[in-house]
């Protein structure tokens, strides 16, 4: 059995090595910030949580630990960006990346999700609360890691793999 941790964009795949549920932990990697959320261990509800401003990725990755410990997570969901032709550019390689990084730093399967739209919706739903343009920039990172952890665990829990 290979001792790596797990990274893969098929929701199948990242349920089996989940076969208990368990928190799950998504983010939003951008250039400069990443957006956290979590959702419970039935994967019912994702929340958004904080951003976290990027920094090398030992300090991430502590920042990160610390929400693994807390919250019990049990895997993570990084969105992936796709071009909206569904093919991946620079960004979509820098996330696939940082995943492969995350998985090895807390040693957790991670799914890759596609994130296309999740920003927009994200800012829609925002709009929507009647939220301040100041206050949605502030949270659009954490709110779209949310929105991508929303859809995994809606497939996950719905098993429409």
């Known amino acids: 059995m290979d001792d790596k941790p797990l990274v893969t ?3 199948l795949t990242f349920g089996d090595e989940l076969p208990d549920g368990g928190a ?10 990443v ?25 991430d990755s502590e920042a990160l630990r610390a929400i693994v410990g807390e919250r019990s997570i ?15 550019g620079p960004r979509a390689q820098a996330s696939r990346a940082y995943a492969r ?3 090895a730093a807390l040693g957790l399967p991670v799914l890759l999700w596609d994130e296309r ?3 927009a919706s994200a800012e829609g739903a925002m709009i929507a ?9 502030e949270r659009i990172d954490s709110h779209a890691a949310a929105v991508i ?9 719905g098993g429409g793999f």
């Open 101 to 103: 990084n995350v998985a």
């Open 117 to 119: 739209w999740s920003t």
């Open 149 to 157: 952890l929303q859809g995994a665990i809606d497939t996950l829990a």
């Open 74 to 88: 049990k895997g993570v969901v990084i969105g992936l960006p796709r071009n909206m032709d569904g093919s991946e």
């Open 24 to 33: 799950l932990l998504a983010l939003d990697v951008g250039t400069k910030t």
């Open 9 to 11: 964009d098929n929701a």
């Open 129 to 137: 609360q009647d939220m301040s343009r100041a206050k949605r920039a």
């Open 35 to 59: 957006g956290i959320a979590t959702c419970d261990a039935g994967w019912r509800f994702a929340t958004a949580g904080k951003t976290l401003v990027r920094g090398k990725f030992g300090k």
